[in-house]
């Protein structure tokens, strides 16, 4: 004899609200779908928006009755609405879910113990205080600024590695920046482009600015929770850095530069507090005439001239910027004159590796929630994931995805040791970055219908991870560094054309 299916008041079920204990009711069921939430991509925008409350209506308008048990544990079933006098469902629940960490077939041991609780640490926070508002982020097309100054202040952005004589939390083993940008793809938040400080502007104030710059600008970046950029890339000059066409000049008295040019595909460009500009300060010397400059939000001729729409990554703006005769203290050079490619160059290894950790991470998540449909989408009689077509496709990538991870978790380690070459950072950025584009292709296709749709995760993982392959050097030029290592000599282009 069957068990009474337990019975719940509406005001009960209208506790279970938040994104870590999220309860529906679909015709007058109801359903604990806190880990479908996080584990598998249908629904999950309608069923966040009507967390404690009756979604009927909402889910009706996409799905058939069937749907929701077919990718449900069976666990997922609470009860039903008191007085309502309905039963059970009928169909039988699938038996488990996939998790980007339980696609792969070799456990991870790149992380400690104490990293790994400061991995909890952030997941915890993202659904608390970025899953709620992450929607009006790209509707919006950047981030709130006071969660950005939030997460400084938390140790997440900026802070985790300044050093604690200004505020900072002092972490210098880079696998905490690695957590930061992994979690933010397992959270399918992806576009939120925070790693972008971490990893590729704050080493420019660690590394290279003087003693008495970290002095006067790192306390400020904890205590304001400054937003920060870096603008290279010109609307001529994109991955050839020796080129730039923005220049800098010293005024008579030496007490100021003067900055000219304009800087292209400028990220969190209209978000940022400080920016760091290259410029030319002698062009005779071409690369060794490239110095860099912190400039500030509100100086005087330096604007966001113009935010581009792009295919993805909506959670974050990106720009056009203008110097118009921008006049900053001659202090704001960073470090020294002239060595600004030397200073860019040095730290692209590191912005490689974050690329290059996001983009993995990116495809396993693609794979686990592609594991998670297949296994319950209805299909000729059977479900997708019986067809051996999809079966092996997915052992395939299961199998590419596991060799890719395996290596930039050895690269993770070596950076965290600062044993990692510019060659072999390159070398992971490629992989993966070229690994994620096929993983998010050929899983969306799995989806049918529903891959194309907008807020479908698979199709964002889609258009978000296409610009991994071009920026932080597009992979075509970082594969022109690695030949370099097998002893080829790259031609190099001078002169005008005859052609």
Not at 155 to 174: A, N, Q, V
Not at 243 to 248: D, E, F, Y
Not at 337 to 347: L, P, R
Request: proline share 3%; net charge positive; with cysteine.
């Amino acid at each position: 004899m069957s068990s009474p299916v337990r019975e719940w008041s509406a005001a009960e079920v209208a506790k279970h609200k938040s994104i870590n204990d999220c309860w529906i009711i679909i015709d007058k069921r109801v359903y604990d779908v806190t880990g479908f939430l996080a584990l598998h991509p249908a629904g999950s925008r309608i069923i966040l928006m009507h967390g404690g409350r009756d979604c009927t209506s909402a889910f009706r308008d996409v799905h058939s009755d069937s749907y929701i048990t077919q990718f449900l544990p069976k666990e997922a079933f609470k009860g039903v609405v008191a007085g309502s006098g309905q039963n059970a469902p009928e169909k039988k629940f699938v038996g488990r879910y996939w998790s980007a960490e339980q696609v792969l077939s070799l456990r991870r041991s790149v992380y400690t113990n104490e990293q790994e609780e400061f991995r909890k640490s952030f997941r915890s926070y993202i659904q608390r205080r970025i899953h709620p508002v992450y929607g009006r982020w790209e509707m919006s097309g950047q981030p709130d600024v006071e969660v950005l100054r939030e997460l400084v202040k938390e140790g997440f952005y900026l802070r985790l590695s300044i050093p604690k004589e200004y505020g900072g939390m002092g972490l210098t083993d880079w696998r905490y920046h690695a957590i930061v940008t992994e979690e933010l793809e397992h959270s399918d938040i992806g576009s939120f482009f925070i790693n972008l400080g971490n990893d590729m502007v704050l080493s420019y104030f660690t590394k290279s600015a003087t003693p008495e710059q970290q002095a006067y600008w790192l306390p400020r970046i904890v205590k304001e929770g400054s937003v920060l950029a870096i603008a290279m890339s010109e609307p001529e000059v994109g991955s050839d850095l020796a080129s730039l066409g923005t220049t800098a000049k010293k005024t008579e008295d030496g007490q100021h530069w003067i900055l000219n040019g304009r800087k292209m595909w400028i990220s969190a460009g209209a978000t940022a507090d400080i920016v760091v500009i290259s410029a030319v300060t002698n062009p005779a010397k071409r690369a060794r005439g490239i110095s860099l400059f912190a400039v500030e939000k509100g100086t005087p001729g330096f604007e966001s001239a113009k935010r581009f729409a792009k295919l993805g990554k909506h959670a974050s703006d990106t720009c056009l910027l203008t110097l118009d005769n921008v006049k900053i203290p001659a202090a704001n050079l960073i470090g020294k004159e002239g060595e600004g490619f030397v200073y860019m160059m040095s730290n692209l290894s590191k912005e490689r590796m974050s690329i290059a950790v996001g983009s993995i991470a990116a495809a396993r998540r693609a794979l686990s929630i592609t594991l998670n449909y297949v296994h319950g989408r209805q299909m000729f009689g059977g479900v997708e994931s019986h067809l051996q077509s999809v079966a092996q496709k997915l052992a395939q990538l299961r199998t590419d995805v596991q060799v890719a991870t395996s290596f930039v978790d050895a690269c993770i380690l070596a950076q965290s040791q600062n044993a990692l070459s510019s060659e072999t950072a390159g070398m992971a950025k490629v992989a993966a970055t070229e690994l994620a584009n096929k993983v998010a292709d050929q899983c969306l296709q799995m989806f049918g219908g529903y891959g194309y749709l907008k807020n479908n995760p698979l199709g964002k993982i889609f258009v978000d991870q296409r610009v991994t392959k071009i920026y932080g050097g597009a992979n075509e030029v970082i594969l022109e560094v690695i030949g370099k290592g097998l002893g080829f000599k790259p031609q190099r282009m001078h002169g005008k054309s005859k052609l």
